[in-house]
């Protein structure tokens, strides 16, 4: 499984990221520090798996992990291109589920991407910039199953 960690630029992304994956991907103080993904491996640690280990005495016990990938930041816009966000989007529909970190904490070493701290407000600006995402491409598949139906059908006239 792919777990994609994705949001607005500062909030935390890849902290959370190097917390669960034990990674060192580039943390820092300004906007889109990460341009490209970071992949890394988290592991699900299984009491059941130990105890059996314990009891058979396994010299080795190797737990399922998931696949977590830090995106870069999302900013308003994306879907139509802008920032990173045709590459964003491309390396959201690679993963099988998505965590949207928001930022909900003050700090003026730490750059934010508006004045003020508004968490719902970000969140809906992640929310929108997928849902247009989703909706471009909706439209785009619906124009090419149109032009297929139309050549069929004048192929039969």
Wanted: aromatic share 4%; proline share 5%; charged share 25%.
């Amino acid at each position: 499984m792919r777990v994609g960690i994705i949001g607005l630029p500062n909030v935390g992304k890849s902290s959370l990221f190097n917390l669960l994956t034990s990674a060192h991907a580039q943390v820092a103080n300004f906007p889109f520090t990460t341009i490209d993904r970071n992949i890394g491996m988290a592991p699900i640690p299984d009491q059941r798996l130990i105890n059996i280990a314990k009891i058979t005495k396994s010299p080795k016990v190797t737990c399922a992990q998931i696949e977590i990938v830090d995106i870069a930041g999302l900013i308003k816009g994306a879907s139509h291109g802008e920032g990173l966000g045709n590459t964003f989007l491309a390396h959201i529909r690679d993963v099988d589920l998505i965590l949207h970190v928001v930022r909900c904490f003050h700090d003026p070493q730490v750059p934010h991407i508006d004045a003020a701290i508004k968490p719902e407000q970000d969140y809906d600006i992640v929310r929108t910039e997928l849902l247009m995402a989703d909706l471009e491409l909706t439209e785009r598949r619906l124009e090419k199953t149109k032009k297929k139906a139309e050549a069929k059908t004048k192929k039969k006239a």
